[in-house]
């Protein structure tokens, strides 16, 4: 049970921690992040979000209410623009959920759910830009120097945190002895 568990503080604190660290190294970075022609998005909350659906064991953390929560707090940091993240990211949720009803919970599987969310995620977020002109940028470029640079940044980010990730939902599950 979620409320009874050491995850009811766990997440929170890195849900917090992820949308810290992903203005901060997009900050900190921008030279590398955002060199022209190329641009990666930073998408630890993504992450978070993706692996807590995943390390859980069986302690059902209610996701949708925290990454409409975390949706806000990004759209209002970022953006300006308050609802696309607080609506993609519940729906990139759902669509983790939907996804691993057909595929085991092993890495390579899960890595490659990931990647699939950070597609649909970025891929709708262009979308969306481009249908309010705030961005011009040509589907095939959008591809090639903001997708690809993305996908590489998050992946990497997916294989590091991933063991150590694990280890710590693994503690944060297990019962306490008193």
Not at 75 to 98: A, E, H, K, N, R
Request: hydrophobic residues 55%; glycine residues 4%; negative net charge.
């Amino acid at each position: 049970m979620y409320r009874l568990s050491r995850l009811k503080y766990v997440f929170p604190i890195g849900l917090f921690v992820s949308l810290f660290l992903d203005g901060a190294l997009s900050h900190v970075w921008a030279p590398l992040f955002f060199s022209y022609p190329y641009s990666m998005a930073s998408e630890l909350v993504l992450l978070w979000l993706v692996l807590s659906y995943f390390f859980e064991n069986g302690i059902e953390i209610p996701l949708i209410p925290w990454s409409i929560a975390a949706g806000v707090v990004t759209d209002l940091y970022t953006s300006g623009i308050l609802g696309l993240c607080m609506v993609l990211f519940p729906c990139i949720v759902g669509l983790t959920q939907l996804l691993s009803k057909y595929f085991s919970s092993s890495f390579l599987s899960m890595i490659m759910i990931f990647f699939i969310d950070i597609v649909v995620f970025e891929t709708l977020n262009y979308w969306a830009y481009s249908l309010i002109n705030i961005t011009t940028t040509p589907f095939g470029d959008y591809l090639i120097y903001v997708l690809a640079p993305t996908l590489a940044l998050n992946l990497v980010y997916f294989v590091a945190l991933y063991w150590p990730l694990r280890s710590l939902f693994n503690w944060a599950t297990t019962e306490k002895n008193a």
